[in-house]
C-alpha cells in the first residue's frame, strides 16, 4: 500500500492544521489507519488511529480532545483535524497502514506495515 501524507505547514500556537494521507488501495476494511510523530530527537509515537470501517478510534494523552482522526471513503482518504496546536506538536507527521493489527496494538508502530513519506508540522510560539 502506497501512503501519501500532506497538509503539514508553520502555524502559530492555537491554530490548526488538518493533514490528508492518500492511499492507493480502494479497499481497506480489515485496516488500521494511524498517525504517528516524530520531532528531532525523539521517537516516534503513535498520535491516532482508526479502524477503517469504523467504530473504534485511538489518541494518545497529548492530543486527545484536539484531534480528530477521519476517513474519506470516496477519496480513499484519512484525514488528522488538528485544532489548538501547541509548539510541543512540532515534528514530522506520518500516517501509516497495517491489516492485522489488534486493538491492544493500535499504538505500536511496529505493528504497522506501510508507511507515508512524513509531512512537517511546525508550530511556533
Known amino acids: 500500500v502506497q501512503l501519501q501524507a500532506s497538509g503539514g505547514g508553520l502555524v502559530q500556537a492555537g491554530d490548526f492544521l488538518r493533514l490528508s494521507c492518500t492511499t492507493s488501495?480502494?479497499?481497506?476494511?480489515?485496516?488500521?489507519m494511524g498517525w504517528f510523530r516524530q520531532a528531532p530527537g525523539k521517537e516516534r509515537e503513535f498520535v491516532a488511529a482508526m479502524r477503517w470501517s469504523g467504530g473504534y478510534s485511538w489518541y494518545s494523552d497529548s492530543v486527545k480532545g484536539r484531534f480528530t482522526i477521519s476517513r474519506d471513503s470516496a477519496e480513499n482518504t484519512v484525514r488528522l483535524q488538528m485544532n489548538s496546536l501547541k509548539p510541543e506538536d512540532t515534528a514530522v507527521y506520518f500516517c501509516?497502514?497495517?491489516?492485522?493489527?489488534?486493538?491492544?496494538?493500535?499504538?505500536?508502530?511496529?505493528?504497522?506495515?506501510?508507511w507515508g513519506q512524513g509531512t512537517l508540522v511546525t508550530v511556533s510560539s
Open positions: 501509516a497502514a497495517g491489516s492485522r493489527i489488534i486493538n491492544s496494538s493500535v499504538r505500536s508502530a511496529a505493528a504497522y506495515d506501510d
Open positions: 488501495k480502494s479497499t481497506f476494511s480489515r485496516y488500521v
